[in-house]
């Protein structure tokens, strides 16, 4: 009897090898952490790539930006704003343990994620019927630099413009894409009622995912979308 | 750190959002302003308050119970920034001689 009183009952959401809860919880997190600071580096040496030739062809590179819809990337840093907050929305409603919320949530962030994906296929189609697309039939020809009547951009420079572009927004949305899984599967351990207030780590590390994805965009937009708008 | 959990951060997540999207409306307007060399570091600026808000309130840097959390975020930024800054330097000065 005494020593029942002393010895706290042991939470079944905790693993034997952690302390307490919030040990775990912050143990998990700061996994997810370190694997970000990875995928940092990862897109780091794409936004390097993309700086110097920026550096180097900036007039090439203004043509080629002004060539696609800023409004379909403006919408879209919208819809993944509009997501990020309904992942906050569903890591709240599962530390409160409000079910319909959190479920509703993940609902509404797959259901962004999707037309985030849909707004770039638009804008991926309009590059493929431009002959934007580098390769074989790439083709951007007479096309004016930005503030330089007359001065037509180099198709070469434009085309590595281009290949950033795929390549960067590309990999985000391989990201996206890989979001929604991850997001799908929260989804089905949600609905199977598996998250409680203790332990609904994966929510939260989900939830770290597609943020670090909406910041990666949040710098795509204005480099890739609004070089030399105003000229 | 508890008595922060215990109150409702609702509010606050909506004031970021709808921080968020001022931002975002505000890098279109600067866009088509004539800032002269000014229009790229405004850009990357407003994208950076949008970035730090997102990461200290959404993703909950601000208030992490664990230091290393901090840590691990700014060794990233600061390895992402040595490798622009020193990338950067070197072509910017390749025309000096």
Redesign the interface.
Known sequence: MHDNSTVAVHDPALLHHFAEP?QQR?AA??GM??F??TE??FF??L??AY??YR??YFGDFAAASKSIN?WLG?TN??VL??S??T???AV?AA?TARRTLLIGSLVLTMLLGFAFLGIKGIEYRDKFVEHHVPGASFSFEHEEIPGHPGQYANPQHAQIFFSLYFVMTGLHALHMIIGLGIFLWLLIMAWKGRFTPEWHTPIEIG??YW??V??VW??L???LY?I???? | MSAH?TSS??KM??AV?AA??VG?AL??FA?????GPL?APV??G??TV??TL??LF???VWH???K??KL??I???F??LL??GL??SD??TRLWS
């Open positions: 919030q912050d997190s700061l952490w370190v970000l600071a940092v580096m780091g040496g936004f390097c700086l110097v550096r180097w800023m403006a840093t919208a704003i509009c990020s907050l992942v906050v929305l709240w530390q939830g770290l943020h670090f909406d910041i949040i710098y937009f204005p480099l609004l030399d708008r105003h000229k | 959990s951060p609702l997540y909506f959002f968020l999207l975002t890098t279109v866009a088509r302003l004539d800032l229009n850009a990357l407003i994208a949008k970035a997102v990461a959404f993703m909950h992490a119970s664990e290393l959390t691990v975020v060794s990233a930024l390895f992402f490798l622009l990338t950067m072509y910017a």
